[in-house]
């Protein structure tokens, strides 16, 4: 199994119901399903956190980063 887990939960995300982790079976389940995630909150929510997707130096993580624009 494969996590996928925001690195801050920010106001938007909490009233978007987004989520703090989610679990994948493989690794490109769970990238495919960050970027996808990472790319609409970065158009849809407030625009003062820009998130972006990490993979963990750990096989079994995946973080969506959130840093202030």
């Keep these: 199994m494969v996590t996928v887990k925001m690195a801050k939960m920010c106001g938007c995300a909490k009233r978007a119901n987004i989520k703090e982790s989610q679990s994948f079976e493989s690794m490109e389940d769970a990238i495919k399903e960050a970027q996808a995630l990472a790319e609409e909150m970065n158009e849809t929510f407030c625009k003062k956190h820009n998130f972006s997707v990490v993979q963990n130096s750990s096989e ?4 969506i980063e959130v840093n202030l624009n």
């Design 60 to 63: 079994e993580l995946v973080v």
